[in-house]
C-alpha cells in the first residue's frame, strides 16, 4: 500500500472546484485522512511535492481551470517538472479539459479528468495507494501515441452524497447548491460541461453543511448556481416556496451574527426572474445590498442569436424592480458577441448607460469563444476605441467594472492557440 499526498494548485476561478473536491475525500473512509495540501503559489507548489517526496508519499498533483486559464496552469506543470526530479502524477479537470482533452493532454498533464471530478479522484486515489491500474480509472483520459484514450465514465452525482467542502480539513468555500443547467446560452460552457438539467442540493443537506461552517466560527454563507433563483425548479419557472426553505434553514443555521449573501457572487440570477415577490423574499433574509443579473445585450437580435431566452423590455423590468426593492443590481453585459454590429453595440452601450442612470452597475465582459459551447468557432471579441471611450467614462463615474480589456487578449489567445 503506498502512501499517498494530494496536493492542489490554488488558483482562482478554480479553486471553486478544488474546495469540492476536497470535500469528496470525506465520503470515504480510507482516504478521508489522506495528507492534503493547497500550496498558494507555484513556489510553495514546488516545496511542497518536494517535502512528500523527501518523506517516501507517492505524490498526485491536481489543477482544475477554465479555458483562458490554461496557459498559466500548463507553466507551473513546467516550472515543477524542471524543478522536481522525482515523478509525481499531475492530473488535470475542468471545462477546458472536458472541451479539449488533446490539447491539454499535449500541455503536460498526464490524465485529464473529463466532466464532473468527485467520483473519478477518489478511484484514482485509491488506485495510486492500492498499486492499482491508474491509466484505467474511469472519468480520466490519456494520451496514447498521440491519441487521446477517454476510459468509460460514472454516472453524474447526487449533489447530496458529496459535502461542498471539507469541514474536517477547514477548507471551507460557497455551498453548491444547483450544478447543471437547462438554458442554452450559446456562449457559456456550464450546460455542456454539467448537463442540461438542474441537480439540487436538497434543503436538509444544505442546512446541514451551513452549520458546520458557522461552528468553524465562519459567520458568512455564500452559494454557488448557474441561476440562484432556480434553485428547487426543474425548468424554467421559479420555486419561491424551495427557495424561502433554503433561505429560512440556512438563516436559522447560521444564527445569530451569520450572514447570507444569496443572488450575487459567486451566482448571478437570470433577470425574468427578478419579481417583485422574489425580491420581497430575499430583502427578508439576505444580507447583499447587490444583486448579479445577467443582462448580457442591449440588443433584442443579439439576445435571441445567443438564445438567451428574454429580451431587452426584460432586463430593463428587472433592474427596475431590483431597485425598488433596495438591491443595486448588478448587471453583466458581454461585448463582441457573434453576428454583433455597430448598431447593436451601439444599443448596448445605451442600455447600460439607461441602467447606470437608474441605478444600477454595469459589470461588462469581453466575449470568449470558449471551447465546448457553440460559439467556440467565432471570432473573439474586438471592441472599438469609441465603445472602449463609453466604457472607461462610465467606470469613471463607478458605474462600470470588469476586466474587459484583459478578457479582449484572453480571447484572441484562445482563438489564436484553436488556429
Ligand atoms: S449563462 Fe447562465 S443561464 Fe445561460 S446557460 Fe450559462 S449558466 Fe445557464
Given at each position: 500500500m503506498a502512501d499517498v499526498a494530494l496536493v492542489f494548485s490554488y488558483r482562482f476561478p478554480g479553486k471553486y472546484a478544488l474546495t469540492a473536491l476536497a470535500g469528496a475525500l470525506e465520503t470515504d473512509r480510507t482516504l478521508s485522512e489522506l495528507p492534503l495540501f493547497v500550496p498558494r503559489d507555484t513556489s510553495a507548489l514546488i516545496d511542497t511535492v518536494k517535502a512528500q517526496q523527501r518523506v517516501g508519499r507517492s505524490v498526485v498533483v491536481a489543477w482544475s481551470f477554465y479555458s483562458p486559464s490554461l496557459a498559466e496552469c500548463a507553466d507551473e506543470l513546467a516550472q515543477l517538472r524542471a524543478a522536481v526530479a522525482e515523478p509525481f502524477l499531475a492530473i488535470a479537470g475542468g471545462v477546458h479539459a472536458t472541451a479539449e482533452p488533446l490539447e491539454t493532454l499535449r500541455a503536460g498533464f498526464a490524465m485529464i479528468c473529463i466532466g464532473e471530478g468527485e467520483r473519478p479522484l477518489l478511484e484514482l486515489l485509491r488506485r495510486v495507494r492500492e498499486g492499482g491500474?491508474?491509466?484505467?480509472?474511469?472519468g480520466f483520459a490519456r494520451l496514447v501515441e498521440g491519441a487521446v484514450v477517454r476510459n468509460e465514465r460514472f454516472e453524474r452525482i447526487e449533489?447530496?452524497?458529496?459535502?461542498?467542502?471539507?469541514a474536517s480539513r477547514n477548507l471551507f468555500g460557497a455551498i453548491e447548491i444547483t450544478r447543471g443547467c437547462?438554458?442554452?446560452?450559446?456562449?457559456?460552457q456550464t450546460p455542456f460541461f454539467s448537463k442540461a438539467i438542474f441537480r439540487h442540493r436538497s434543503i436538509a443537506n444544505v442546512v446541514e453543511h451551513a452549520k458546520a461552517l458557522r461552528a468553524s466560527g465562519r459567520t458568512d454563507l455564500r452559494f454557488i448556481s448557474?441561476?440562484?433563483?432556480?434553485?428547487?425548479?426543474?425548468?424554467?419557472?421559479?420555486n419561491l416556496e424551495a427557495v424561502e426553505g433554503l433561505l429560512a434553514g440556512c438563516r436559522d443555521a447560521m444564527a445569530p451574527e451569520g450572514r447570507l449573501f444569496f443572488g450575487t457572487f459567486p451566482s448571478e440570477v437570470r433577470p425574468?426572474?427578478?419579481?417583485p415577490e422574489a425580491m420581497t423574499l430575499l430583502a427578508k433574509y439576505v444580507s447583499n445590498d447587490s444583486i448579479i443579473i445577467g443582462?448580457?445585450?442591449?440588443s433584442d437580435r443579439v439576445l435571441a442569436a445567443s438564445k438567451?431566452?428574454?429580451?431587452?423590455a426584460v432586463i430593463v423590468q428587472a433592474v427596475t424592480i431590483a431597485v425598488a426593492h433596495g438591491f443595486r443590481p448588478d448587471v453583466d453585459f458581454i461585448l463582441?458577441?457573434?453576428?454583433?454590429?455597430k448598431d447593436d453595440v451601439r444599443q448596448t452601450v445605451q442600455l447600460m448607460e439607461r441602467l447606470a442612470e437608474q441605478g444600477a452597475r454595469v459589470h461588462s465582459h469581453a466575449f470568449m469563444p470558449l471551447?465546448?459551447?457553440?460559439?467556440?468557432?467565432a471570432p473573439p471579441a474586438i471592441i472599438d476605441e469609441e465603445t472602449g471611450a463609453a466604457l472607461d467614462r462610465l467606470a469613471s463615474r463607478q458605474k462600470l467594472y470588469g476586466h474587459w480589456r484583459a478578457q479582449v487578449e484572453v480571447a484572441k489567445a484562445l482563438s489564436e492557440r484553436r488556429r
Open positions: 491500474a491508474i491509466e484505467s480509472t474511469p449533489l447530496d452524497a458529496f459535502p461542498p467542502f471539507s437547462i438554458y442554452a446560452c450559446r456562449f457559456c448557474p441561476t440562484s433563483l432556480s434553485y428547487g425548479s426543474t425548468d424554467e419557472s421559479v425574468e426572474h427578478v419579481t443582462g448580457q445585450s442591449g438567451r431566452g428574454h429580451d431587452v463582441g458577441l457573434p453576428g454583433e454590429t471551447p465546448g459551447t457553440p460559439f467556440r468557432e
